[in-house]
């Protein structure tokens, strides 16, 4: 099992940045493709960036290409999410998963474990 716990969230404006951090507990951290997602009030939850295994292959959503990006540290056990030119479209619960049977997965369904989430609030 892992355990997720996001850090980095809050409020911002438009325009601005936030760096989201997903600390993982465990020793194979390395063998989980990773994904952010995130979820808005009476919206269904959506994969935003997804990184495999070893952080070669990458997905981003049509919606935040050029914006984030999402990075992981195998050996701290951390995955990253990057945020830029932020957009009041953006705001969001936004959480952290990891699955362990797919190198790397963009569909909620695949992942099978998730974090607490965090908030992200862009004002305009």
């Known amino acids: 099992q892992v355990q997720l716990v996001e850090s980095g969230g809050g409020l911002v404006q438009a325009g601005g940045s936030l760096r989201l951090s997903c600390a993982a507990s465990?020793?194979?951290?390395?063998?989980?493709?990773m994904g952010w997602f995130r979820q808005a009030p009476g919206k269904e939850r959506t994969c935003v960036a997804a990184?495999?295994?070893?952080?070669?292959?990458?997905y981003y959503a049509d919606s935040v290409k050029g914006r984030f990006t999402i990075s992981r540290d195998n050996a701290k056990n951390t995955v990253y999410l990057q945020m830029n030119s932020l957009k009041p479209e953006d705001t969001a619960v936004y959480y952290c998963?990891?699955?362990?049977?797919?190198?790397?997965?963009?569909?909620?369904?695949?992942?099978?474990?998730w974090g607490q989430g965090t908030q992200v609030t862009v004002s305009s």
């Open positions: 998963a990891a699955t362990a049977s797919y190198t790397y997965a963009y569909s909620v369904a695949l992942y099978d474990y």
């Open positions: 465990g020793r194979t951290f390395s063998m989980y493709g």
């Open positions: 990184i495999s295994t070893g952080g070669a292959t990458l």
